[in-house]
């Protein structure tokens, strides 16, 4: 049986879903769609996030040019990130996303508590 080529360990999509799909990214680009967004701002906003986290997040956003970092020249020197114009592309997946996700959060509940309910 031959591997699908969308699951090697090069693909590109493949690459995408694991520097990009996931719970703090998604959320930042949530946060920097409505607003250019401070690093305290966002560790403020997105509860439970550490700096580690938070940091290697942006870093990996910034890295697949979704979001943009700017270093201000002040004292002390403050760095505000934005959405690019490629990151913006993803409001409209992201957000049907999300809206599934609430639209089903109930039958997710009930499935999850049926699952437990098994013991598994």
């Known amino acids: ?3 699908d080529p969308v699951f090697f360990a090069d693909c590109a999509a493949r ?3 694991d520097q990009v799909a996931n719970k703090w990214s998604v959320m930042i680009l949530t946060v920097l769609i409505e607003k250019p967004t401070r690093f305290n701002e ?3 906003r997105l509860e439970g996030i550490t700096h580690k986290a938070l940091t290697q997040a942006l870093r990996r956003l910034e890295r697949n040019g979704l979001i943009a970092r700017t270093v201000f020249p002040t004292s002390p020197v403050s760095v505000e990130y934005s959405i690019t114009d490629l ?3 993803l409001q ?3 957000g049907a996303a999300f809206d599934w996700a ?19």
């Open 1 to 3: 049986m031959a591997v």
């Open 15 to 17: 690459s995408f879903f």
């Open 42 to 44: 966002f560790r403020r």
């Open 87 to 89: 990151g913006r592309t």
């Open 92 to 94: 409209v997946p992201l």
């Open 102 to 120: 609430i639209g089903h959060l109930h039958e997710i509940e009930q499935a999850q508590a049926a699952y437990d309910g098994r013991g598994v």
